[in-house]
């Protein structure tokens, strides 16, 4: 058996390891946009391969989709937020000026299942009930990559509050999240 004091630092190398994870995802996402008139690649069909796919030749590398606290089968352990697929669903392509405040939306989340967007459960059908989001992968967090490139580990709480970072765009407060001004 581990002592804790190990079991917690490996645990944090494993955070570390999904942060610098995101990151590079996020650099090869800036390439691709950059390449296709600033569009996002979208996750309307993730079971076909979705965005890891489409950004492997910016990234070559399939091993930086797992996060390594999720292990099993996945192939891909980060996901878009719902307003990621529905832009895709009505408008066909989705592009980083769309995005008002790029440095406060969540780009990609950690997920628990590929095989549909990473719902939060205020602004989708939460499926599973609490989302598709693996709020507490990491020592009670999870770790997040912005419109803007930038990488944080948050609490669940501080992804709706004091500004929602899962919908870009202005909407009222609801009970779970503090909604976006104009
Ligand atoms: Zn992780
Ligand atoms: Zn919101």
């Known amino acids: 058996m581990l002592f804790p004091v190990f079991a917690r630092a490996r645990e944090k190398a ?6 610098s994870n995101l990151k590079q995802i996020g650099l090869g996402l800036e390439m691709y946009s950059q390449d296709y008139d600033e569009c996002l690649p979208d996750e309307y069909r993730p079971s076909c391969g979705g965005y890891a796919e489409v950004i492997q030749p910016y990234v070559r590398n399939s091993d930086i989709f797992v996060c390594p606290s999720q292990g099993g089968e996945t192939h891909v352990s980060y996901g878009f937020p719902e307003w990621n697929i529905q832009a ?5 392509v989705i592009t980083a000026i769309d995005i008002p405040s790029p440095c406060d939306v969540i780009m990609l989340a950690e997920n628990w299942s590929s095989w549909y967007s990473t719902r939060d459960p205020a ?14 992968r990491h020592n009670g967090g999870a770790n ?3 419109v803007d490139g930038h990488v944080k580990w948050l609490k669940k709480m501080q992804t709706y509050s004091p500004v929602c970072m899962w919908w870009p765009w202005p909407h009222a407060p609801t009970s779970l999240c503090s909604g976006r001004q104009e």
Request: aromatic share 24%; hydrophobic share 45%.
């Open 14 to 19: 494993r955070q570390t390891t999904c942060l």
């Open 88 to 92: 895709a669903a009505y408008f066909g």
């Open 123 to 136: 602004h989708s059908f939460a499926f599973p009930p609490d989302g598709n989001v693996a709020w507490d």
């Open 144 to 146: 997040y990559l912005f």
